[in-house]
């Protein structure tokens, strides 16, 4: 299998304000990664894929300038949400691609 | 567009009683079929899987699938549910989309077992 760690695992913020959200992958080297948010009580919602060095493809509906990724590494992809806002507050997902997909704990956003 | 319709969104079952949960996808091609389950407090995990082959499928902690391709159908089954079931629980299919593959997941069953 592969390990996936999401941090944070709960953040609280701000209306306005940015959130970093970090999804590594410790024991493989991902090119790809992909991350999804899912409401309460819903399904998970493929937000975009991350692409390592390269841009990331974001799924109909996404806003890529609100939603920012960075793959800087093979392990390490980052999901920024630019100026916050209530409606935001969800629970993001990351996941790996080894054959199978294998998920992160999840990160718990909420916007005040 | 493809979708997976999960039936039961909420399921009640004492223990020893046996589970299916239904699940239905639309997808004219050849499909990849997946069951995750999410424990409180936990992240997916991988129940089953159905690339090709045998269309009764075993899973891990006594589950099972089984793919009816006539009726776009990969119902879940277990014969006696435990108290550690209360989980819930996801179908998934795969689609091959731009060189990856993307999960389209259905809306989960949230499965209650009480003792």
């Known amino acids: 299998g592969a390990v996936v760690s999401q941090h944070p695992s709960w953040v609280i913020c701000k209306s306005g304000t940015s959130v970093k959200i970090e999804c590594r992958s410790l024991?493989?080297?991902?090119?790809?990664m992909f991350w999804y948010r899912q409401f309460p009580k819903q399904s998970l919602m493929l937000m975009a894929t991350s692409n390592e060095g390269s841009k990331a493809t974001y799924e109909q509906g996404v806003e890529k300038d609100k939603f920012l990724i960075n793959h800087a590494s093979l392990t390490l992809s980052t999901l920024t949400v630019t100026s916050a806002h209530p409606e935001d507050s969800s629970f993001y997902i990351c996941?790996?691609?080894?054959?199978?997909?294998?998920f992160g704990p999840g990160t718990r956003l909420t916007v005040l | 567009a493809q979708s997976v319709s999960q039936h039961n969104h909420h399921v009640i079952l004492s223990e020893a009683a046996s589970l299916e949960l239904g699940c239905n996808y639309s997808?004219?091609?050849?499909?990849?079929l997946f069951w995750y389950v999410q424990y409180p407090g936990q992240h997916l995990q991988l129940l089953l899987k159905y690339f090709s082959g045998d269309p009764l499928v075993k899973g891990i902690k006594g589950f099972e699938a089984e793919f009816i391709k006539s009726k776009f159908s990969f119902n879940l089954r277990k014969p006696s549910v435990q108290w550690s079931d209360t989980a819930e629980y996801f179908c998934?299919?795969?689609?091959?989309?731009?060189?990856?593959?993307?999960?389209?997941f259905g809306a989960g069953t949230r499965l209650a077992v009480h003792p």
């Open positions: 024991d493989f080297q991902a090119t790809t």
């Open positions: 998934a299919v795969i689609l091959f989309s731009g060189g990856y593959n993307k999960l389209i």
């Open positions: 996941s790996v691609d080894r054959g199978e997909q294998f």
């Open positions: 997808y004219g091609g050849t499909v990849n």
